[in-house]
């Protein structure tokens, strides 16, 4: 099995209800188990077009069989399936779901790029992934500096137990 990281956000209607069912389906994937679980962190909308209401983020730590395609293709599944909507880019939405990282994999391709390309840039994936990662090196990827040079101001705890 193959450990992958999948960050969560959502700021539509019941926004904890939205991460517990998409973390369901992730964990009802064929070959996937949930490692770990990160806490649940409020964030405000970060390059938004509109004004929006703000998210919730966490990550998640799996282990799995799917390839990370597949595994993409599965994430953008459960996002349709909940109702995302992507009239323009920044939408608010209903769940986001985000392959950061897959084992120590790098892809680059117009699908899918590994590790995602703006991890280092996100407060609101770096603190819950430092969650999982407390030495803040995920898979190969150490993003020790890039923590400490963001912005971690509007990120707040919101809740440590999710499940």
Do not use: W
């Amino acid at each position: 099995m193959k450990e992958a990281i999948i960050s969560l956000g959502t700021n539509l209607l019941d926004r904890e209800k939205n991460l517990k069912k998409a973390i369901k389906a992730i964990c009802q994937l064929p070959g996937t188990t949930l490692e770990k679980v990160s806490f649940i962190y409020s964030t405000k909308p970060f390059l938004v077009p509109d004004k929006q209401d703000y998210y919730l983020n966490c990550c998640v730590k799996i282990k799995t069989h799917l390839q990370p395609k597949t595994l993409l293709g599965c994430c953008l599944g459960i996002e349709a399936a909940m109702g995302r909507e992507r009239p323009y880019k920044n939408a608010a939405r209903i769940i986001d779901l985000d392959l950061l990282l897959y084992e120590d994999f790098s892809i680059c391709d117009e699908d899918l790029i590994l590790p995602h390309p703006r991890i280092k840039e996100r407060a609101f994936v770096m603190v819950p992934l430092k969650d999982l990662y407390e030495d803040k090196c995920a898979l190969g990827l150490d993003f020790n500096d890039a923590f400490y040079k963001t912005n971690l101001t509007e990120v707040n705890l919101y809740k440590k137990v999710l499940l």
